[in-house]
């Protein structure tokens, strides 16, 4: 999905609201260089699916086995990391007792907790989230569970903590599914790319892909297809953390009524509107019976209130 650089748009000075935009996935960063024989076993890797874990929703591509999950976890930790770097240049980097970046991390860390049953990796994910200073309706989590929020997606949305859930629980999806990996994969196995991964082999042309990475950084599209199983893993992991699913109807409601009917960015790799709506009612008796089941969270917080920072 599309990203733009980090502002400082909530931390006092006036700024002039841009397009609204709600982005979902993780960066591919990452390249590598693979022989023909090994693009051929790529090929024969990616014909079906990886085995899932417990959770059925969790059925990720072989395409997934024709990159190094080492390699794009630490391009995306470097990457996370100097976008952190610079929206706290622009003081746009909430501080760590900000209410809502605890509302954030306390969700998230709920979420994380069912993590391991989807994809054994995450035991190993360094989860962070932080919160940026922006006015965009837009949150992402990058491979290796690197996790953002905008400040836009809780001030403008207004979001009760069971429709910030849907939205962690889908962009954790995103990560859980690999699906980074999955469409760098692709790449390398239709398109034969040997060059890309080149200079992370130590065969040269560093600033080629320097530059790649570089405007790569949060632009990644997920396809439809991939929409759609973060949109039912997600549901599952929020229901699972103890929050309700039903709260994905309303998140998508407010979306729609908060662009005056237009679909935001997510969408445009996605049914818009009714038609989402419609897919998310279609899951919930599935995922109503993990939420009744589940623990609740035994702390519940409020939106910002009007007029509120990211600083504040």
Not at 119 to 148: H, T, V, Y
Not at 171 to 186: D, N
Not at 211 to 222: C, E, T
Not at 256 to 275: E, N, Q, R, V
Request: hydrophobic share 40%; glycine share 10%; aromatic share 6%.
């Amino acid at each position: 999905m599309p990203r733009t650089p980090c502002t400082a748009a909530d931390l006092g000075a006036p700024e002039p609201a841009p397009a609204r935009t709600f982005a979902c996935g993780c960066p591919l960063h990452a390249r590598r260089l693979f022989t023909c024989g090994a693009l051929g076993a790529a090929l024969l890797a990616a014909t079906g699916p990886l085995a899932a874990a417990s959770i059925p929703e969790c059925k990720r591509s072989g395409f997934t086995k024709a990159v190094s999950a080492e390699q794009v976890e630490q391009q995306a930790m470097l990457q996370y990391r100097q976008m952190l770097e610079k929206a706290g240049s622009e003081r746009a980097l909430a501080p760590m007792q900000h209410p809502q970046l605890q509302r954030l991390r306390y969700i998230g860390q709920r979420i994380e907790r069912f993590t391991t049953e989807c994809n054994g990796r995450a035991a190993d994910w360094k989860w962070e989230i932080n919160l940026i200073g922006s006015r965009q309706i837009n949150a992402f989590c990058m491979p290796g569970g690197k996790i953002a929020f905008f400040w836009g997606i809780l001030s403008e949305l207004q979001l009760s903590d069971d429709e910030v859930a849907m939205v962690m629980g889908h962009e954790v999806a995103h990560a859980l599914l690999e699906h980074a990996r999955e469409q760098m994969g692709k790449s390398v196995v239709t398109s034969g790319a040997l060059r890309l991964g080149a200079s992370l082999l130590g065969l040269g042309q560093i600033g080629d892909i320097g530059a790649q990475i570089g405007s790569q950084l949060l632009s990644l599209k997920f396809s439809r297809d991939d929409e759609s199983q973060a949109d039912a893993l997600g549901l599952v992991m929020a229901a699972k953390a103890g929050y309700d699913p039903r709260a994905g109807v309303t998140l998508w409601q407010k979306m729609t009524a908060g662009t005056g009917g237009a679909p935001p960015a997510l969408l445009s790799t996605h049914p818009a509107g009714p038609t989402r709506i419609k897919d998310i009612e279609a899951r919930l008796p599935g995922v109503l019976p993990a939420f009744e089941a589940a623990a609740k969270p035994d702390r519940r917080f409020a939106p910002p209130p009007n007029g509120a920072t990211s600083r504040q």
